[in-house]
């Protein structure tokens, strides 16, 4: 006798399972692909950052090499020398030598300091008729 086949019927459950490993796999990849993008997101951010902060250092390292030469010009004695000597100082035996601005004497310029506004105003007036 030939045995007949009979028909399996597959229940809803048994679609639904077969189904299910294939959608926890898409979900897990979109959650890979997701990750991936946000990690991709700040690693450029994050080197964008390390561009800005090797520029940063840069100029940090060109200023402290300029202070490093500002500190051994510093120490040299003719730096010294020179600061002082713009403070008015002089070296012994040296005669100083004070250069007055052209144009009025000192007295002439106390005598317009103790003049009213319009005193001056006509001095000036009179010296522009002059020339």
Do not use: C
């Not at 959608?23 to 561009?51: C, P």
């Not at 250069?99 to 004497?105: I, N």
Request: net charge neutral.
């Amino acid at each position: 006798m030939v045995a007949k086949k009979r028909k399996i019927r597959k229940s809803r459950w048994h679609n639904f399972f077969s189904v299910l490993p294939i959608f926890f796999i898409f979900l897990f990849l979109g959650f890979l692909i997701v990750s991936n993008i946000r990690i991709s997101q700040r690693r450029s951010g994050m080197l964008s950052e390390i561009k800005e902060l090797e520029k940063e250092i840069q100029t940090l390292e060109e200023r402290n090499s300029n202070l490093r030469a500002g500190i051994s010009e510093a120490d040299e004695e003719a730096y010294w020398e020179e600061g002082v000597r713009e403070q008015g100082f002089v070296k012994e035996g040296e005669n100083p030598v004070v250069v007055l601005p052209s144009g009025k004497t000192g007295i002439e310029q106390e005598q317009n300091a103790d003049q009213g506004f319009f005193n001056r105003l006509l001095e000036k007036i009179k010296n522009i008729l002059r020339e």
